[in-house]
């Protein structure tokens, strides 16, 4: 990493993720355990670290472990889900108590019961993330998804303009400059900010989680 990189490290540690983590740690604090969520678009690359600019206009720095999972995500359509897909669901509840979704995520079979259950997730205000096992999948009648998890079930309504991706495997080769992403970040004490997880756009996609 070159001196210009580190400096730019320091200032963005330090000043400019104020106001974006102010917001992510209040979201912590109303659903603890909550992930911290940045979305943005890649503007530099380093063996260890990314810079970020954030969709809330932040310029932001993201190290990387050695556990750092990367994903690509690329585009799918809703014949692509079968009873049995697993899947993930950012979704608002409706006054029925049925869920609408916000994006679906499909996973390959090699990563069925990843995150599986239902819990708070920071993509809008009062939003959930439903990850589990597509069960019934009526698309005649509203595209409703029912989805199971380990202690419980969620119906879904996917309305017709509502994102859809695959989310596959990846490597770190999917990390390039102009690459939309969406990672999940732990701070630390000093301001330092890790990624625990990337999914990154492939061919142009961006990321709707």
């Known amino acids: 990493m070159n001196s210009m990189f580190r400096q730019f490290v320091r200032i963005v540690s330090v000043v400019s993720l ?30 260890d670290a990314l810079k970020v600019h954030a969709n809330s206009g932040e310029n932001v720095v993201i190290h990387l472990v050695p556990d750092t999972k990367v994903r690509a995500v690329t585009l799918a359509n809703i014949e692509d889900i079968k009873p ?29 019961g990843s995150g599986d259950g239902h819990r708070p997730f920071d993509l809008v205000k009062g939003s959930s993330m439903t990850n589990g096992s597509v069960g019934d999948l009526v698309v005649s009648n509203g595209r409703v ?3 199971n998890y380990k202690g419980g079930q969620q119906k879904i309504l996917v309305p017709e303009d509502v994102p859809i991706v695959n989310l ?42």
């Open 18 to 47: 104020m106001g974006l983590f102010s917001v992510g740690m209040a979201l912590a604090q109303d659903a603890p355990g909550l992930r911290i969520g940045v979305r943005g678009e890649i503007t530099g690359v380093s063996p």
């Open 84 to 112: 049995g897909s697993y899947i993930g669901s950012a979704a608002v509840p409706q006054e029925d108590g049925t869920l609408k979704a916000l994006e679906v995520h499909v996973f390959p079979p090699e990563l069925a």
């Open 145 to 147: 998804l029912t989805v």
């Open 168 to 209: 596959m495997p990846g490597d770190r080769s999917l990390l390039k400059v102009g690459v939309k992403i969406v990672t999940f970040v732990t701070q630390s004490a000093d301001g330092t900010l890790t990624a625990q997880s990337i999914s990154a756009g492939k061919d142009g996609v961006t990321p709707p989680m």
